[in-house]
């Protein structure tokens, strides 16, 4: 954690995550937005940015505001040597976390009031479910999407979206033409 932020600021970006769940439980982008400020105090600010490879994971980023009023956030600011120097400042680790049905806000509350110290706990999946026996995510070449065995032993499929799913275009000598493997198995041809 970093010393210089107060317990109370990072107290009360955590407190506003805790308050509306939604806007990280829900999040999506939109295709080209590669991040967002997802929630915000005077002083800081949790900025979420996409997984490109899996669209089930985010990874969160506090920063510290330029507009801030706390003045040992304005010092932390001003005193860093970072390529924002003057502007604004990443505190602390990137946060990874699940989206969806499995976001665990408290884990990601908890890793923003240790100032940004992730322990892993937020990437594992809700406190309201069981997800220590479930597999790590695996990328599946012939569905174009991630899976992971659940605790019955059946298969969790991520939610198929184009831009993640649909595989890159290859040039196919024997057909003399590109191709690329469509999330849904089939083949598309230029």
């Known amino acids: 954690m970093s010393s210089k932020i107060p317990k109370a600021v ?16 829900n999040l999506t982008f939109a295709d080209a937005t590669a ?16 997984n490109t490879q899996n669209p089930n994971m985010a990874t969160g980023i506090i920063q510290a505001n330029s507009e801030a009023k706390n003045k040992a956030v304005k010092g932390f600011i001003k005193g860093s040597s970072g390529g924002h120097k003057g502007t604004h400042q990443i505190i602390g680790e990137k946060i990874r976390f699940v989206l969806g049905s ?3 806000v ?3 509350a908890s890793a ?9 706990e937020a990437a594992t999946g809700s406190a309201t479910g069981d997800t220590s026996s479930e597999s790590s995510w ?18 969790e499929w991520s939610a198929a ?7 890159e275009w290859t040039w196919s000598p024997e057909h ?15």
């Open 10 to 25: 990072l107290a009360a970006l955590a407190q506003k995550v805790r308050e509306s769940p939604e806007k990280l439980k």
């Open 35 to 50: 991040s967002l400020t997802a929630v915000k105090t005077e002083d800081l600010r949790f900025d979420v940015h996409k």
């Open 102 to 104: 499995n976001f665990n």
């Open 106 to 108: 408290e884990a990601v």
């Open 112 to 120: 923003i009031e240790k100032g940004g110290v992730d322990d892993g």
């Open 138 to 155: 695996t990328w599946s070449t012939e569905h174009g999407r991630y899976y992971r065995m659940k605790s019955d032993e059946t298969y």
């Open 161 to 167: 979206s184009e831009a993640a799913s649909d595989g």
């Open 176 to 190: 003399r033409r590109y191709y690329r493997r469509k999330a849904d198995g089939t083949d598309e041809w230029s």
